[in-house]
């Protein structure tokens, strides 16, 4: 009984102290992204050329998604020298509808056969894989991620290269 009470006792003594933010991304094989043309509200994108990329696939029906949306486009307007592409497959009639009276945001695109999807193998909602400047995706991170994460931001601005 007394060493628990000590146990518990030293880990509050601790509880103070911050805890190092872990990197939530894990290292996939490399896989070099199909040529596949996004839609966006502007024309189409591309996957190459275009710095660091955190490809982040969502659907308007889909609720995790839908909470972290806004704190990923605000990341979108942050980045410099970097970008996110918020993908879905859904109908620009249901993105439009998903943004009400606002236009829709620049980073948002279309992957309207899923192609892009099923190279990399998502199947849940949300997913995200961080691609590099020559279009080979090199991390995921699985689920819901955090805009706000040092880690992902410092991936992200890694001269083209988020290993």
Known sequence: MRRLALALLLSAAGCDAPTPETDPSVAITPLTLPEVSLETADGAVALRGEGPTLLHFWATWCAPCRRELPRLLRLAEE???????????????AVVAHFGDAPVPACIARDPGGELARALGVAALPDNYLVDDGGVARRRVPGSIDAASRAIRARLSSSGDPR
Do not use: F, Q, Y
């Open 79 to 93: 980045l410099e020298g970097a970008r996110v592409l918020a993908v879905t497959d859904e109908p620009w009639s």
